[in-house]
Nanobody, 124 residues
Framework: QVQLSESGGGLVQAGGSLRLSCAASGRSFSTYAVGWFRQAPGKEREFVAAVSRTGTMSSYSDSVKGRFTISRNDAKNTVFLQMNSLKPEDTAVYYC?????????????????WGQGTQVTVSS
């Protein structure tokens, strides 16, 4: 079983950047597909980005495509979410999730393990 811990959130002005990290412990991260999701106050959790177990396949929601980049460094047991050109509507709690599959895509139900989340606040 793997435990996930997110970090890197904070307060940033619109147009700024943040890099979120998702660190895994308990098992090697290289055996898991990983996704990032977010939930804003009063809204449902939504998909942000996903990366395959090998890192060769990734996908993004339309709202972040071209601004966010997901990557993984299995030597460090960490997956990153680089967020550029941030907008106030990106404000949310960001969660990373993992699944013991090759690739789990944008469906939260495909993921078995979840972190506690990190808050991202973008001011206008």
């Amino acid at each position: 079983q793997v435990q996930l811990s997110e970090s890197g959130g904070g307060l940033v002005q619109a147009g700024g950047s943040l890099r979120l990290s998702c660190a895994a412990s308990g098992r090697s991260f290289s055996t898991y597909a990983v996704g990032w999701f977010r939930q804003a106050p009063g809204k449902e959790r939504e998909f942000v980005a996903a990366v395959s177990r090998t890192g060769t396949m990734s996908s993004y929601s339309d709202s972040v495509k071209g601004r966010f980049t997901i990557s993984r460094n299995d030597a460090k047991n960490t997956v990153f979410l680089q967020m550029n050109s941030l907008k106030p509507e990106d404000t949310a709690v960001y969660y990373c999730a993992a699944a013991s599959t090759v690739y789990s895509g944008n469906d939260a139900f495909n993921y078995n393990y979840w972190g506690q989340g990190t808050q991202v606040t973008v001011s206008s």
